[in-house]
């Protein structure tokens, strides 16, 4: 009982967490531009329609994080859609579940080898993760618990602002399937897998020191330095595994966003809450928007 029940609380963590995988692992992105380096509140207009807005959010269980800024509040009480990366729902939380498991009778253990299993195991055990549990995961999915902070409530940003947009009333879309999103991993080798898994582990002690520098960036919403604070982390890993990496769990997923977007933006009245580093860059939202020919400016 003890297992499942930290599984669980596992399995809801990580359904929010993908876009925010990026924040933990060390992966390159663009500079964010000093016009468009701080704030986490935008306003996205075009004429002759009502204004919608894109809020840049952080996976964290931090009380501060979750009482919504009066600006950030009058926004999302004023939109009728509410857009997030991906709908919140039981589907979601099952699919992620049975994605996160090797169904096929191999073990971790036998995949990695017992040095690297046996640093994986200790360092999940931190996160409240049983050894047991740890062998039946799929290496992509170690790399990902251990790249975040550990689970207490499971009430994280996304969380919150899906459940006020239920209680609300509001229309609840999402940008991505869950399947979209775990095809990231999916499609990785095994080789790559276990490349993931190493870097997670070899850094798992600087995790909890370089997530209280990201909140703390996001609480004083400077994306700017955000980009900084992973930059230079950079030093380390197989650059050419991160570089490919990184263009499937960032920049490709920011196109696709930019296009699924749009049918809400036309009508107006949206709020888009995406994981903040896909905001800023050459790439990120809030420049591929203008290209589009939208009006963005920041709120808070």
Same mark, same amino acid.
């Given at each position: ?14 359904? $929010?967490?993908?876009? !925010? &995988?990026?924040?933990? %692992?060390?992966?390159?992105?663009? *500079?964010? +531009? ?117 689970? $207490?409530?499971?009430? !994280? &940003?996304?969380?919150? %602002?899906?459940?006020?947009?239920? *209680?609300? +009333? ?131």
């Amino acid at each position: 009982m003890r297992t499942l029940k930290a599984f669980r609380a596992h399995r809801c963590n990580f359904s $929010t967490a993908l876009a !925010v &995988l990026l924040l933990f %692992l060390s992966f390159p992105f663009a *500079q964010a +531009g000093t016009e468009k380096g701080r704030g986490l509140l935008w306003e996205i207009s075009q004429p002759g329609v009502p204004a919608s807005y894109l809020f840049g959010t952080i996976h964290s269980e931090d009380p501060e994080v979750l009482r919504l800024a009066v600006p950030v509040q009058k926004a999302f009480d004023a939109s009728q859609a509410v857009v997030l990366e991906v709908l919140l729902d039981m589907e979601a939380m099952m699919s992620s579940s049975a994605a996160m498991l090797m169904m096929d009778g191999r073990s971790l253990k036998d995949i990695v080898g017992d040095a690297l299993f046996s640093k994986a195991a200790a360092a999940m055990q931190v996160r409240g993760m049983p050894e047991m549990m740890t062998d039946h995961m799929q290496p992509w999915a170690v790399a990902v618990t251990l790249s975040m902070p550990a689970p $207490t409530t499971g009430q !994280v &940003l996304d969380m919150v %602002l899906y459940q006020g947009a239920l *209680q609300d +009333g509001k229309q609840v879309h999402g940008l991505e399937t869950i399947q979209e999103q775990l095809d990231v991993f999916n499609s990785m080798s095994l080789d790559e897998q276990v490349l993931l898994l190493k870097d997670a582990v070899e850094h798992f002690q600087e995790m909890d020191v370089l997530h209280e520098e990201l909140l703390t960036a996001w609480k004083q919403r400077d994306l700017a330095r955000l980009v900084a604070i992973n930059e230079n982390a950079l030093a380390t890993g197989d650059q050419q595994f991160t570089e490919g990496f990184q263009r499937r769990l960032i920049v490709q997923r920011n196109y696709l966003m930019m296009e699924r977007m749009q049918s809400y933006l036309r009508q107006g009245k949206a709020f888009v809450a995406v994981g903040a580093l896909h905001l800023p860059g050459e790439k990120g939202l809030l420049n591929l928007l203008e290209q589009r020919g939208y009006t963005v400016s920041v709120v808070y």
